[in-house]
């Protein structure tokens, strides 16, 4: 499976940005990760296969909303109010086989995003 992440810039604080992923096959537990300089990977939000399962990190919660579209094979990042610490490359990330929406183990990974917010 492929993924083709899209939809990152630059934004001003208390902006939006809308981050896709398309897969290029079906996919279960999908999820995007982070990736600031000089910081370590973390995982952001995640989605069950059924869409009715999700994860937020608590640094995004309220503020950020993932989606998907089964058909489409394509899951979404709505990101709002973003902030200067949102700054990062965002990473999407699928599973194959069933998981938890908590997992951080998963099978394929897109090329990541890059999202820019300025104060």
């Known amino acids: 499976v492929q993924l083709q992440a899209s939809g990152g810039g630059l934004v001003q604080a208390g902006g939006s940005l809308r981050l896709s992923c398309a897969a290029s096959g079906s996919t279960d537990v999908m999820g995007w990760f982070r990736q600031a300089a000089g910081r370590e990977r973390d995982l952001v939000s995640a989605?069950?296969?059924?869409?009715?399962?999700?994860y937020y990190a608590n640094s995004v919660k309220g503020r950020f909303t993932i989606s998907r579209d089964n058909a489409k094979n394509t899951v979404y990042l709505q990101m709002n109010s973003l902030k200067p610490e949102d700054t990062a490359v965002y990473y999407c990330?699928?599973?194959?086989?069933?998981?938890?929406?908590?997992?951080?183990?998963?099978?394929?990974w897109g090329q990541g995003t890059l999202v820019t917010v300025s104060s």
């Open positions: 990330a699928a599973r194959i086989y069933s998981g938890s929406i908590y997992t951080r183990e998963y099978d394929y």
């Open positions: 989605i069950s296969w059924t869409g009715g399962s999700t």
